[in-house]
């Protein structure tokens, strides 16, 4: 029988069963995630949220393909990772931009490594960095740049590839609290527009509560699923500061910050 419900949230694209995983081995194994099941579908913008510790970063490295399960099965796109894939896009807390070239250029770079031709990598490029308000930044170079406008070069870049899936490492966790709250709202707009789908690592409640369809909870050590549930304050108008102004607001924050305490 078909689950109507799970059926109208699209289609699995990551699918993490029973998963558990360490460094080392012997005297010197850490264990860093256990039991772990989760599951990322079409559409969805999934903000998994966590002290710092609890195995947040090593989730998505394991998703992206840099690290593999030592059990349990983490499924990508209807296949076990064996690597990284064009198809996973990752931007990172630091933007990591080659500083020897001009940000047109380190956005065409995935492109470049895709095979794509001259023409078509800097239409795609152009787009993205458009996207992102970057179009008249885009022959400058990283240091020229601020924090805030290199993370949206990261952003462009990983956009411009077109992968189905991106993964954010807290990609916003150095910034000022300012730049912060502005490119949130930014990435909010670019989902809204875009739907692809996102898997979001963060530590900050209020960043999960404006920008997550659900919100994933990570504790413990070994890190373990605590929460997994919808946003019930996820909405396609307003933005950071009439989401704050709503009554729910400060009720799901608290029984979000009570569940990081466990």
Request: hydrophobic letters at 40%; charged letters at 25%.
């Amino acid at each position: 029988m078909i689950d109507l419900a799970t059926e109208a949230r699209g289609k699995r694209l990551v699918s993490i069963e029973n998963m558990a995983f360490q460094y080392g081995s012997g005297r010197r194994a850490k264990a860093v995630l256990n039991g772990i099941d989760l599951e990322l579908r079409e559409n969805e913008f999934v903000c998994v949220l966590g002290a710092s510790g609890c195995g947040k970063t090593s989730l998505l490295r394991l998703i992206a393909g840099y690290e593999r399960p030592t059990s349990g099965s983490v499924n990508v796109l209807g296949a076990a990772r064996s690597g990284p894939r064009p198809e996973v896009g990752v931007v990172f807390q630091h933007a990591n931009l080659f500083p020897w070239l001009t940000i047109r250029r380190n956005v065409e770079f995935g492109l470049r490594m895709q095979g794509a031709g001259r023409e078509e990598r800097r239409e795609r490029a152009e787009d993205a960095l458009r996207l992102v308000g970057l179009i008249d930044a885009a022959d400058r170079l990283p240091y020229e740049l601020s924090g805030g406008m290199k993370q949206r070069a990261a952003i462009a870049r990983t956009i411009a590839a077109s992968p189905t899936i991106i993964l954010m490492d807290e990609p916003f966790g150095a910034l000022d609290a300012i730049t912060r709250e502005s490119l949130q709202q930014q990435l909010r707009e670019l989902w809204l527009s875009s739907r692809q789908s996102v898997l979001f690592i963060t530590h900050d409640v209020d960043e999960a509560l404006l920008l997550a369809t659900r919100i994933v909870v990570l504790g413990g050590s070994p890190g373990a699923v605590l929460f997994d549930r919808p946003n019930p304050l996820h909405s396609e108008e307003g933005t950071a500061d009439q989401l704050r102004r709503r009554y729910e607001y400060g009720k799901q924050r608290e029984k979000l910050v009570e569940t990081l305490k466990r």
